[in-house]
């Protein structure tokens, strides 16, 4: 499926290379292009009902076998598939056997597989820009005020060629936790009067626009503010310390160190290559964040120091931080074939813009062309800025671990 590209190339469901946040970086930044445009972008979610519990076996195996997979592999799906059984139990009472009649089997290791193998066509029609992550699908259009009616008008009949999909494969989509939002600048939103605008309807249902959405677990609002997010974060960062305090003067140090760091700091860096355009205040309010760990780590108290206790731990201040996540990230996109080529397009060294190359340009990436902090604020833009201010004997690193190790001697110097 790789080698031939027979996936869909906005598929990052369990892909190598792939992940939720590389899917919401070019989503966001293809958001932030559209502010720095001066247009809107109005996204619509999908959310399917028991997607992978619904896969029809006669439907997949047809899939399979349109792809040129040969006859003896889809007979060992076909076995693979078929003759599964399931019952319940409740405490000593087992109840009847039940046939499998459809779904991927749950917990195999070819099922997230075989999942995205059946929804590869689901956008094959559609005009929108789209996005999947497993059975999560996006689409989204971006355009100027003006001509918000007839954008919509362009989502809904995509919703209806997705509707007739689901149809045809036997998927249905969930219309209660399915979500429209229109985002753009604060100048562009104040504008709009939204019970005047024509509705997102997906099945005869109108989809009402939200305020603020969940997408692949960030926060979404209507201007990027990211306020709902930093909430969210904080909101969790809290109740997963709370269940953990009560042991804090039980654990050693290097336990309490362990549990921060695979259970508060995920919480603190998931997808914080996204939402970059932060406020000094918001900025302030996760390094207090990270300060909490700190001191649930060292017993400190509230308005106890902790700068020397960072110091120990080795781990960088917020802002540093979020830095060596971007890197990591941009890293990957340069030299890992496996990353997603809709983040590969976006950076350009230097040196191959020009005929006669220089010595000094080889580990230089192009800035693309902005207008304003809205696109100057996105990744694409910010990890360039961040990467062209390197020291060459970093960017020149010969794989991931030695770059990770420098680039954090280089900021823990700093």
Not at 204 to 219: A, E, Q
Not at 288 to 308: A, M, T, V
Not at 399 to 408: D, G, Q, V, W
Request: glycine share 4%; net charge positive; hydrophobic share 40%.
């Amino acid at each position: 499926m790789s080698n031939h590209n027979l996936l869909n190339s906005f598929q990052s469901g369990f892909r190598s290379g792939h992940s939720t946040t590389t899917a919401l970086v070019r989503i966001t930044d293809d958001i932030r292009l559209g502010m720095d445009n001066q247009q809107v972008t109005v996204l619509t979610l999908l959310d399917f009902s028991k997607a992978f519990n619904t896969v029809d076996f006669d439907v997949l195996l047809a899939v399979l076998s349109s792809l040129n997979i040969s006859p003896k592999v889809i007979g060992w799906f076909h076995s693979y598939l078929r003759g599964r059984r399931q019952r319940v139990q409740i405490q000593d009472t087992f109840y009847d056997w039940s046939v499998v009649k459809a779904g991927v089997p749950q917990g195999g290791v070819l099922s997230p597989l075989l999942f995205s193998i059946f929804i590869n066509s689901i956008c094959s029609d559609i005009t929108s820009l789209y996005h999947k992550y497993a059975d999560d699908l996006q689409i989204y259009f971006q355009c100027k005020i003006a001509a918000l009616p007839n954008t919509i008008r362009l989502i809904n009949e995509d919703l209806i060629r997705i509707y007739h999909w689901c149809n045809s494969f036997g998927l249905k989509v969930n219309q209660l936790k399915t979500q429209a939002i229109i985002i753009g600048s604060s100048k562009l939103i104040s504008r709009l009067t939204f019970s005047l605008l024509p509705p997102v309807i997906f099945e005869g249902t109108l989809i009402p626009y939200s305020d603020k959405v969940k997408n692949l677990g960030i926060m979404f609002d209507r201007t990027l503010s990211w306020g709902p997010q930093v909430s969210e974060v904080s909101r969790r960062m809290f109740a997963a310390v709370g269940s953990l305090r009560r042991l804090r003067n039980f654990l050693p140090i290097p336990t309490k160190v362990a549990l921060a760091q695979s259970l508060l700091l995920p919480i603190l860096d998931y997808a914080d290559t996204c939402y970059l355009d932060l406020t000094v205040d918001q900025l302030n309010k996760l390094e207090r964040l990270q300060n909490y760990c700190i001191k649930f780590i060292f017993g400190l108290r509230k308005y106890d120091h902790i700068s020397e206790f960072r110091h120990k731990l080795k781990w960088l201040p917020i802002r540093f931080r979020r830095n060596t996540h971007i890197l990591h990230l941009l890293y990957c996109i340069l030299f890992n074939p496996t990353t997603p080529s809709y983040l590969k397009d976006r950076f350009i060294y230097l040196s191959s813009l020009h005929s006669l190359p220089l010595r000094s340009q080889n580990n230089l990436l192009s800035t693309p062309r902005h207008s304003s902090s809205f696109y100057s604020n996105s990744f694409t833009v910010t990890a360039i800025r961040l990467w062209n201010s390197l020291p060459l004997h970093i960017k020149e690193c010969k794989s991931l671990p030695i770059f990770k190790n420098k680039l954090k001697l280089y900021y823990l110097s700093s």
